[in-house]
């Protein structure tokens, strides 16, 4: 998106977008979206020196987005903004280092048990606090080498509906048995799946202020998704950040460049979200329903990149669908994580803060477990509770086979 496309002038400073910004909940010195965003949009424009440590504060949820009646891009004037701000010297080696999980992923998963190791001694998390920054009390997720590969040519044949799968890092470098099972529910639903060949989907670098960054991912994810696009084929995600990249146009990072801008729209315009594509099997009455009986009580909570997608809540109907699952939507607000926020020293309060109400809501709904689409959202719900969180791919496809998570 150009500067000249972020709708300021029809902002009417009513705060609509404060009252819906989690940061603005619970930081009481948060100057917020409208100040952030358009106010100071306007004087940046004017060559006025505004830049300030508050934008770094920004989760990059898109609520105020959302929120906003007048569709003024708020967010994206502050990401933009923050991609210029300027941060001391061991702050900015860290978010260096977060912009590039693609990276990380692989030097971690060289030496995966190694690495692992590394990173929960106590020494090296003391280090890392004092170091890069990094919040101590925060776990990182177990790397595994990345071992996730399209289905054998047999099972990609017939008339089954093509699609390709992006996985996106956590699940290439962290959790590929879960793209594994991404590819298993997909094709117990008819549908014949490749895996891209894919880099990071860009949102670790736009969140981390590294805006060249998340344009050469852009570029190089569009070279390699693009050829699938034309055959027909729909990008499916099961990350919703990646999901919300890959829809957005990669953020509108490439519109200066008309070719690659239309190629990244089209791109856009062929992602699903895997719940969104099973719910629309669903609604067309095609949806695998043959689940054993289970007797399984969750919560769930959408993420904001979910909520973002403007597609409702896929997941919590799907699961809905199992006979035997019970399930509350918690609906408590964003979680607080926000990607690698949540690992910053400086944003752990404010990070946990956030999360606090879902915390509670969760506490008391005393599921057997909570089911989110979204990696980090996990994360932060197993650091803030006592209940394990799952993917709800792994519900339904345990579901099939009637054994217990
Ligand atoms: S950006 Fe939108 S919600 Fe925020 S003050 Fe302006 S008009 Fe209101
Ligand atoms: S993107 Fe989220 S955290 Fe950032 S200003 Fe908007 S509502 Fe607040």
Known sequence: MRPDDFAIDNCLKCA????????????????????????LERLRREGVATDTEWLEYCLGCHRCDLACPHQVSVSEMIARAKAKHRKPLARSLRDWWFARPGLLGMLATILPALSN??????????????????APRRKFPAYTRPNLHSPAKETTSGDRMRVVFFPGCFIRFNRPELGRKVIDLLERNGFAVEVARTDCCGVPATANGDEAKARSLARANVRSL??????????VTACSSCGFMLKTGFGGLLDDDKEFADAARQIGASTLDIGELLMAQSDAGK???TFQPTNLRLAYHAPCHQKAQGIGRPWYHLLGKIPGVAIEDIDAGCCGMSGTYGFKQEKYNVSMAIGQQLFDRISASQPQMVA???ATCQMQIEHGTTFKAIHPVEVMLQAYDGRPL
């Open 16 to 39: 609509v977008c404060n009252d819906a910004c989690p940061v603005f909940g619970v930081h009481p010195r948060y100057p917020g979206p409208k100040h952030l965003g358009p106010e």
């Open 117 to 134: 190791f590394a990173l929960s001694m106590r020494p090296a998390r003391f280090l890392m606090s004092r170091l890069m920054r990094i």
């Open 226 to 235: 693009i050829d699938h696009v034309n055959a027909g084929m729909r990008v």
């Open 287 to 289: 949806l695998n329903t």
């Open 372 to 374: 989110t689409e979204c």
